[in-house]
């Protein structure tokens, strides 16, 4: 019976079996094997992965738990590689990475697995950051957050925008993004073994929106400060729109030049971010936070140094695209639009914005501005007024 011993325990015993011959300890060893493998089919897998790390289970026995499919780590790990590589190697190539020792790890065997869905990661990834990927946490972040496409949008979800987070909730967030960085998640919504794929909503993008306190740490990790959505809008745009909008719903001025607005525009700057890239429409990002009704965004760049006389393909600054809608007043929509461009254009003088540069069309942007409009750099209280009013309209209906 289980907790007897099949040996006698003393010398008058009447048992004939020599007490020098334990005949039963093979039958111990299975039990104890049987014992062993019952506890380890019911451990998560990050249990079941520090019980490796610390030799307390054998790799066999580790390998044996994770193919098992009753297990709750094979489970667990079986369900996440079937969701992001369907009928696909993802599962097997884990579970061999997983049991192999954290030093044998290479770059060449993640990339087989298929862990850098930005393939360009696995050359040019920071190396300590690469180095965490290939540990038992790093795999475990890298399955919790970046096997499926859609599961970093979550990295987020415990960080408070305006609230101190804890120092556990900040590493954890912080290891996290090494590994989303590392495998290229924040370049790539690609299924493991799959070609890149642009993201929707970049990580960057995302940290711009919900948790501007990382996007400092983000550009540091690496990330494209020029990175566009699948809108074809630039970080510097959604970065300042966003930033704009928490100003708003603060009660804020919303042509006001406010200091988190140039701070924020210093940081994208400092890290490598063109201040006059166009989206897909092709108009800077100076034009298109005005148009959104975020003038003070807009005056923000231009102060840290955007260029108004910056000419695209077809010789057209800044001025061109702010001079060409303020004749656009078909609709209400339009006359908002140019009332809000009227205020920009004025305010881009002052910034050195010239109105009489040409496009390659020979066209100025003095010549786009219908007559009645005033250029006097002086504007009046009521104007100013008109504008702010206009530009909180225009948010209102954006948000």
């Not at 040019?124 to 950051?129: A, M, N, S, T």
């Not at 890298?142 to 979800?157: C, E, H, I, K």
Request: net charge negative.
């Amino acid at each position: 019976m289980p907790g007897m011993s099949p040996i006698p325990s003393s010398p008058s015993s009447t048992s004939t079996v020599p007490t020098h011959a334990p005949t039963h300890a093979p039958a111990d060893d299975g039990l104890a094997d049987a014992q062993r493998s019952g506890t380890l089919t019911a451990l998560p897998l990050s249990r079941l992965l520090c019980g490796r790390e610390t030799s307390e289970y054998h790799p066999t026995d580790v390998w044996a738990t994770l193919v098992n499919p009753q297990s709750y780590a094979g489970r667990e790990l079986r369900d996440t590689c079937d969701a992001a590589n369907p009928g696909g190697p993802l599962f097997l190539e884990m579970v061999t990475l997983l049991t192999t020792n954290e030093r044998e790890r290479t770059v060449d065997r993640l990339a087989d697995a298929g862990i850098f869905v930005a393939p360009a990661r696995r050359q040019h990834g920071r190396h300590e950051d690469t180095l965490f990927l290939q540990t038992d946490e790093g795999l475990t972040l890298w399955l919790q957050y970046a096997a499926l496409p859609g599961a970093s949008q979550n990295v987020f979800d415990s960080s408070d925008v305006y609230g101190e987070s804890t120092t556990v909730e900040q590493s954890r967030i912080d290891a996290v993004l090494r590994i989303l960085v590392a495998c290229g998640r924040d370049a790539s919504d690609a299924a493991p073994f799959s070609d890149a794929v642009p993201p929707l909503n970049p990580l960057s993008h995302l940290a711009s929106q919900v948790a501007p306190q990382w996007l400092p740490r983000l550009l540091a990790l690496g990330v494209d400060p020029n990175q566009v959505n699948n809108r074809g809008t630039p970080l510097v745009v959604a970065a300042m729109r966003a930033e704009a909008i928490r100003l708003r719903l603060a009660g804020r001025d919303p042509l006001a030049v406010h200091a988190s607005l140039c701070h924020l525009g210093r940081l994208l700057k400092r890290h490598g971010a063109d201040l006059q890239r166009s989206s897909r429409v092709g108009a800077p990002p100076v034009a298109i936070l005005t148009f959104h009704g975020h003038c003070g965004a807009a005056e923000a760049l231009l102060s840290i140094g955007a260029d108004p006389n910056t000419p695209d393909q077809n010789g057209h600054t800044l001025m061109h695209h702010l001079a060409h809608n303020t004749r656009e007043i078909d609709t209400a929509e339009k006359r908002a639009t140019a009332h809000l461009a009227h205020y920009l254009l004025i305010v881009a003088t002052r910034y050195g914005g010239d109105l009489d540069r040409t496009n390659s069309a020979g066209q100025s942007a003095r010549s786009f501005v219908p007559r009645p409009l005033s250029l006097d750099p002086h504007m009046s209280r009521q104007f100013v007024d008109s504008v702010r009013e206009t530009a909180m309209q225009r948010i209102r209906v954006m948000l």
